[in-house]
Protein backbone atom coordinates (compact mmCIF):
# COMPACT_ATOMS: atom_id res chain seq x y z
CA UNK A 1 0.00 0.00 0.00
CA UNK A 2 1.41 3.53 -0.93
CA UNK A 3 1.33 5.70 2.29
CA UNK A 4 -0.08 8.79 2.01
CA UNK A 5 1.64 11.93 1.35
CA UNK A 6 2.36 14.64 4.24
CA UNK A 7 -0.11 17.22 4.27
CA UNK A 8 0.68 20.85 4.96
CA UNK A 9 -1.79 23.77 5.24
CA UNK A 10 -1.45 26.96 4.31
CA UNK A 11 -4.56 29.19 4.71
CA UNK A 12 -7.86 27.96 7.17
CA UNK A 13 -10.20 29.41 5.42
CA UNK A 14 -13.91 29.70 6.82
CA UNK A 15 -16.20 26.79 7.86
CA UNK A 16 -17.78 25.74 5.09
CA UNK A 17 -15.15 26.91 2.31
CA UNK A 18 -13.60 24.98 -0.50
CA UNK A 19 -11.12 22.79 0.35
CA UNK A 20 -8.61 22.96 -2.07
CA UNK A 21 -5.45 20.94 -2.99
CA UNK A 22 -2.30 21.64 -4.42
CA UNK A 23 -0.07 19.62 -6.23
CA UNK A 24 3.98 20.45 -7.17
CA UNK A 25 6.34 19.76 -9.90
CA UNK A 26 9.61 16.93 -10.40
CA UNK A 27 11.90 18.55 -7.83
CA UNK A 28 9.94 21.38 -6.87
CA UNK A 29 8.27 21.49 -2.93
CA UNK A 30 4.91 22.07 -1.58
CA UNK A 31 6.64 25.29 -0.20
CA UNK A 32 6.60 27.01 -3.38
CA UNK A 33 2.74 27.38 -3.15
CA UNK A 34 2.90 30.19 -0.67
CA UNK A 35 2.62 33.00 -2.40
CA UNK A 36 -0.30 31.35 -4.67
CA UNK A 37 -1.85 30.32 -1.58
CA UNK A 38 -1.72 33.78 -0.27
CA UNK A 39 -3.37 35.28 -3.13
CA UNK A 40 -6.46 33.11 -2.80
CA UNK A 41 -10.41 33.22 -1.89
CA UNK A 42 -9.45 33.97 1.63
CA UNK A 43 -12.54 31.68 2.48
CA UNK A 44 -10.89 28.67 0.22
CA UNK A 45 -9.20 25.74 2.55
CA UNK A 46 -5.86 25.63 0.98
CA UNK A 47 -3.44 22.41 1.88
CA UNK A 48 -0.52 21.65 -0.13
CA UNK A 49 0.66 17.86 -0.40
CA UNK A 50 4.30 17.10 -0.10
CA UNK A 51 4.55 14.49 -2.81
CA UNK A 52 7.72 11.96 -3.01
CA UNK A 53 8.74 13.46 -6.52
CA UNK A 54 9.80 16.63 -4.32
CA UNK A 55 13.40 18.48 -4.99
CA UNK A 56 16.29 16.30 -3.41
CA UNK A 57 13.91 12.41 -3.97
CA UNK A 58 16.19 9.60 -5.07
CA UNK A 59 12.64 8.36 -7.42
CA UNK A 60 12.84 5.15 -5.31
CA UNK A 61 8.57 5.88 -4.98
CA UNK A 62 8.50 4.60 -8.61
CA UNK A 63 8.99 1.15 -7.62
CA UNK A 64 5.84 1.83 -5.20
CA UNK A 65 3.48 3.34 -7.65
CA UNK A 66 2.47 5.70 -10.29
CA UNK A 67 2.08 9.36 -10.44
CA UNK A 68 -1.30 9.23 -10.34
CA UNK A 69 -1.56 6.50 -7.36
CA UNK A 70 0.71 8.87 -4.99
CA UNK A 71 -1.62 11.26 -5.68
CA UNK A 72 -4.55 9.45 -4.91
CA UNK A 73 -2.94 8.35 -1.40
CA UNK A 74 -2.52 11.97 -0.92
CA UNK A 75 -6.27 12.63 -1.69
CA UNK A 76 -7.30 9.26 -0.06
CA UNK A 77 -5.84 10.83 3.30
CA UNK A 78 -7.39 14.42 3.47
CA UNK A 79 -9.95 14.81 5.98
CA UNK A 80 -12.74 15.04 3.15
CA UNK A 81 -12.95 15.41 -0.23
CA UNK A 82 -11.25 18.11 -2.02
CA UNK A 83 -13.23 20.63 -3.84
CA UNK A 84 -10.70 21.51 -6.50
CA UNK A 85 -7.23 20.51 -7.24
CA UNK A 86 -4.69 22.80 -8.51
CA UNK A 87 -1.74 21.20 -9.62
CA UNK A 88 1.68 22.48 -11.43
CA UNK A 89 3.66 20.38 -14.41
CA UNK A 90 4.53 17.28 -13.68
CA UNK A 91 1.54 17.36 -10.26
CA UNK A 92 -0.34 18.41 -13.38
CA UNK A 93 0.49 14.90 -15.06
CA UNK A 94 -0.70 12.59 -12.09
CA UNK A 95 -3.64 14.74 -12.09
CA UNK A 96 -4.57 14.07 -16.15
CA UNK A 97 -3.09 10.61 -15.02
CA UNK A 98 -5.65 9.68 -12.47
CA UNK A 99 -8.95 11.76 -13.63
CA UNK A 100 -8.46 9.81 -17.81
CA UNK A 101 -8.56 6.45 -15.29
CA UNK A 102 -11.81 7.41 -14.24
CA UNK A 103 -11.05 9.06 -10.52
CA UNK A 104 -12.94 12.29 -10.03
CA UNK A 105 -10.45 13.85 -8.30
CA UNK A 106 -12.31 16.90 -7.03
CA UNK A 107 -15.06 18.90 -8.66
CA UNK A 108 -13.05 20.65 -10.63
CA UNK A 109 -9.23 20.96 -11.59
CA UNK A 110 -6.83 23.66 -12.41
CA UNK A 111 -3.85 22.50 -14.20
CA UNK A 112 -1.09 25.05 -14.31
CA UNK A 113 1.67 24.10 -17.07
CA UNK A 114 0.82 20.24 -17.52
CA UNK A 115 3.48 18.25 -19.79
CA UNK A 116 1.25 17.04 -22.81
CA UNK A 117 2.34 15.23 -25.99
CA UNK A 118 -0.37 15.33 -29.20
CA UNK A 119 -1.05 11.73 -30.49
CA UNK A 120 -0.04 12.66 -33.12
CA UNK A 121 3.30 13.99 -32.31
CA UNK A 122 6.41 11.29 -33.44
CA UNK A 123 8.46 10.36 -30.31
CA UNK A 124 11.83 11.55 -32.11
CA UNK A 125 15.89 11.91 -31.01
CA UNK A 126 14.65 15.38 -32.02
CA UNK A 127 11.82 15.48 -29.58
CA UNK A 128 14.24 13.79 -26.75
CA UNK A 129 16.86 15.77 -27.28
CA UNK A 130 14.63 19.40 -27.22
CA UNK A 131 12.93 17.90 -23.59
CA UNK A 132 16.29 17.37 -22.21
CA UNK A 133 17.40 21.12 -22.81
CA UNK A 134 14.06 22.24 -21.43
CA UNK A 135 14.87 19.81 -18.52
CA UNK A 136 17.69 21.45 -17.61
CA UNK A 137 16.11 25.29 -18.26
CA UNK A 138 13.42 24.15 -15.71
CA UNK A 139 15.59 23.26 -13.02
CA UNK A 140 17.85 25.99 -13.62
CA UNK A 141 15.16 28.25 -13.24
CA UNK A 142 13.23 26.03 -10.51
CA UNK A 143 17.04 26.57 -8.47
CA UNK A 144 16.86 30.23 -8.66
CA UNK A 145 13.29 30.45 -7.20
CA UNK A 146 14.08 28.32 -4.36
CA UNK A 147 17.01 30.50 -3.31
CA UNK A 148 14.99 33.32 -4.15
CA UNK A 149 16.41 36.81 -2.41
CA UNK A 150 19.56 35.36 -2.10
CA UNK A 151 20.36 34.96 -5.66
CA UNK A 152 21.24 39.06 -5.73
CA UNK A 153 23.94 38.00 -3.36
CA UNK A 154 25.42 34.74 -5.17
CA UNK A 155 27.70 35.09 -8.00
CA UNK A 156 27.43 33.44 -11.66
CA UNK A 157 30.46 31.02 -11.13
CA UNK A 158 28.62 29.63 -7.82
CA UNK A 159 25.34 29.60 -9.12
CA UNK A 160 26.23 27.51 -12.25
CA UNK A 161 27.89 25.58 -9.76
CA UNK A 162 24.63 25.01 -7.68
CA UNK A 163 22.94 23.89 -11.02
CA UNK A 164 25.58 21.43 -12.33
CA UNK A 165 25.06 19.65 -8.81
CA UNK A 166 21.09 19.44 -8.98
CA UNK A 167 21.57 18.09 -12.70
CA UNK A 168 24.03 15.37 -11.15
CA UNK A 169 22.40 14.69 -8.60
CA UNK A 170 18.92 14.30 -10.57
CA UNK A 171 20.50 12.41 -13.16
CA UNK A 172 18.80 10.31 -15.78
CA UNK A 173 16.20 8.40 -13.54
CA UNK A 174 14.68 12.28 -13.04
CA UNK A 175 14.70 13.61 -16.64
CA UNK A 176 13.28 9.67 -17.55
CA UNK A 177 10.78 9.92 -15.63
CA UNK A 178 9.36 13.34 -16.70
CA UNK A 179 9.90 12.32 -20.80
CA UNK A 180 7.65 9.21 -19.33
CA UNK A 181 5.33 11.33 -18.22
CA UNK A 182 5.08 13.36 -21.45
CA UNK A 183 5.10 10.39 -23.69
CA UNK A 184 1.96 8.59 -21.81
CA UNK A 185 -0.05 11.34 -21.83
CA UNK A 186 -0.53 11.69 -25.50
CA UNK A 187 -2.21 8.34 -24.46
CA UNK A 188 -4.75 9.15 -21.52
CA UNK A 189 -8.75 9.16 -22.41
CA UNK A 190 -9.08 12.84 -22.25
CA UNK A 191 -12.47 12.60 -23.99
CA UNK A 192 -13.76 9.99 -21.20
CA UNK A 193 -12.70 13.63 -18.70
CA UNK A 194 -16.03 15.40 -17.73
CA UNK A 195 -14.59 17.01 -14.27
CA UNK A 196 -14.35 21.07 -15.70
CA UNK A 197 -11.22 21.55 -16.09
CA UNK A 198 -8.88 25.01 -16.76
CA UNK A 199 -5.70 24.46 -18.23
CA UNK A 200 -3.24 27.47 -17.79
CA UNK A 201 -0.30 27.77 -20.54
CA UNK A 202 2.13 30.30 -21.26
CA UNK A 203 3.89 31.60 -24.19
CA UNK A 204 7.52 31.33 -22.45
CA UNK A 205 7.18 28.20 -21.69
CA UNK A 206 8.61 25.86 -23.82
CA UNK A 207 7.25 22.87 -22.34
CA UNK A 208 3.64 23.20 -23.63
CA UNK A 209 3.31 24.79 -26.87
CA UNK A 210 0.31 26.80 -28.07
CA UNK A 211 -0.58 24.33 -30.47
CA UNK A 212 -0.22 21.53 -28.06
CA UNK A 213 -2.01 23.43 -25.44
CA UNK A 214 -5.22 23.70 -28.15
CA UNK A 215 -5.03 19.58 -28.53
CA UNK A 216 -5.19 19.31 -24.96
CA UNK A 217 -8.10 21.54 -24.48
CA UNK A 218 -9.68 20.60 -27.29
CA UNK A 219 -9.98 16.88 -26.15
CA UNK A 220 -11.60 17.67 -22.35
CA UNK A 221 -14.81 17.71 -23.22
CA UNK A 222 -14.95 20.25 -19.86
CA UNK A 223 -11.76 21.85 -20.67
CA UNK A 224 -11.33 25.98 -20.58
CA UNK A 225 -8.05 26.96 -22.06
CA UNK A 226 -5.94 30.25 -21.52
CA UNK A 227 -2.87 30.95 -22.98
CA UNK A 228 -0.83 33.67 -21.74
CA UNK A 229 1.70 34.81 -23.80
CA UNK A 230 4.40 36.21 -20.47
CA UNK A 231 3.44 33.22 -19.02
CA UNK A 232 6.43 30.84 -17.88
CA UNK A 233 7.07 26.96 -16.60
CA UNK A 234 6.63 28.92 -13.06
CA UNK A 235 3.71 31.81 -14.00
CA UNK A 236 1.77 30.46 -10.55
CA UNK A 237 4.54 31.79 -8.73
CA UNK A 238 5.87 34.95 -10.93
CA UNK A 239 2.05 36.07 -11.44
CA UNK A 240 0.50 34.68 -8.25
CA UNK A 241 -2.59 37.06 -8.57
CA UNK A 242 -3.42 36.80 -11.98
CA UNK A 243 -3.04 32.61 -11.70
CA UNK A 244 -5.32 33.16 -8.03
CA UNK A 245 -8.08 35.28 -9.98
CA UNK A 246 -8.50 33.27 -13.04
CA UNK A 247 -8.61 29.96 -10.79
CA UNK A 248 -11.22 31.81 -8.10
CA UNK A 249 -13.19 33.05 -11.37
CA UNK A 250 -13.13 29.34 -12.56
CA UNK A 251 -14.09 27.27 -9.62
CA UNK A 252 -16.77 29.77 -8.82
CA UNK A 253 -18.28 29.05 -12.47
CA UNK A 254 -17.75 25.48 -12.07
CA UNK A 255 -19.35 25.67 -8.79
CA UNK A 256 -22.58 27.42 -9.98
CA UNK A 257 -22.71 24.90 -13.42
CA UNK A 258 -22.11 21.88 -10.56
CA UNK A 259 -25.23 23.46 -8.55
CA UNK A 260 -27.70 23.89 -11.36
CA UNK A 261 -30.85 22.12 -11.93
Known amino acids: MIPAPAVHELTSGVPGGDMVVLAHGLEDSWESWRPLARAFDPRWHVVALDLPWRAGNDYRWRRQGSPAQWLAAGLAGL?????????????????????????????????????YCPPEQPITWQVFDRARRTFDRHVHDGLRL?????????????????????????????????????????GLALTTVDVPTLILAGGADPTLSPAAAATLGRDMPRATLLVHEHYDHFCHVRHADEVAEQAARFVGEANRVTVRP
Do not use: W, Y
Not at 91 to 104: D, I, Q, R, V, Y
Not at 155 to 176: Q, S, V
Open 79 to 115: PRPADTVVAHSFGANATLELLAGGEPAARATVLICPL
Open 146 to 186: RVGPRLRKLDAALLDAMFTKAIDRIGPAGFLTVFDQFVNSG
